[in-house]
């Protein structure tokens, strides 16, 4: 099992950044693909970004596409989501998710979830 902590979700102006991380309990860190996911008021939860064990497989929904960046260090047993050029259609409550199986865009295929971390950017 692990338990998994997300921080750095704040309200920040149209075209700033955030950078989030996911903190992971464990020795097994690097065992886990490791994923982003982000639900808004009134929607559906919507994948972000994930990444595999080793970093050399890197997914993006469209819609970040050239603004975010994952990373992970399996040094710190954390997971990052670095936030560019952030648009007010970006916030959401974050999540950072991990899978046993392997990176997907699919949230069913994550075992373990964080409390999620607000972001809200303004106009």
């Known amino acids: 099992q692990v338990q998994l902590v997300e921080s750095g979700g704040a309200l920040v102006q149209a075209g700033g950044s955030l950078r989030l991380s996911c903190a992971a309990s464990g020795r097994t860190f690097s065992s886990y693909a490791m994923g982003w996911f982000r639900q808004a008021p009134g929607k559906e939860r919507e994948f972000v970004a994930a990444t595999s064990r080793n970093a050399f497989n890197i997914y993006y929904t469209d819609s970040v596409k050239g603004r975010f960046t994952i990373s992970r260090d399996n040094t710190k047993n954390t997971v990052y989501l670095q936030m560019n050029s952030l648009k007010p259609e970006d916030t959401a409550v974050y999540y950072c998710?991990?899978?046993?199986?392997?990176?997907?865009?699919?949230?069913?295929?994550?075992?373990?979830w964080g409390q999620g971390t607000q972001v809200t950017v303004s106009s």
């Open positions: 998710a991990a899978s046993v199986r392997g990176s997907s865009r699919q949230s069913r295929e994550y075992d373990y």
